[in-house]
């Protein structure tokens, strides 16, 4: 005896599938566009990094979000290392 629904049933499992996958596609071009904006972004966090005094770093260093640890620690190379227990203390 065969089911009355089954060949329905594949062709909308494999009809949601595609459209599942066209949307992850989807958004792994806006992921990737967000990412290289990104990288634009915390180039010119960078150079005001690199320009500002230390209350400013320090404000930057605590407030910018979304970094990733590697960008955390290349700002951290900018940081005077005699003002490291300012930013610990606002960090903390």
Known sequence: ????????????????????????????????????????TFEQIKTKFRQADTETKISIYVTTENLTQAQYTELLRLFPLHEIGRLEAALG
């Open 1 to 40: 005896m065969r089911r009355p629904n089954c060949r329905k049933n594949r062709r909308k499992l494999a009809t949601q599938s595609l459209r599942n996958i066209s949307i992850m596609h989807g958004n792994l071009r806006i992921l990737e566009g967000v990412f290289k904006m990104e990288a634009t």
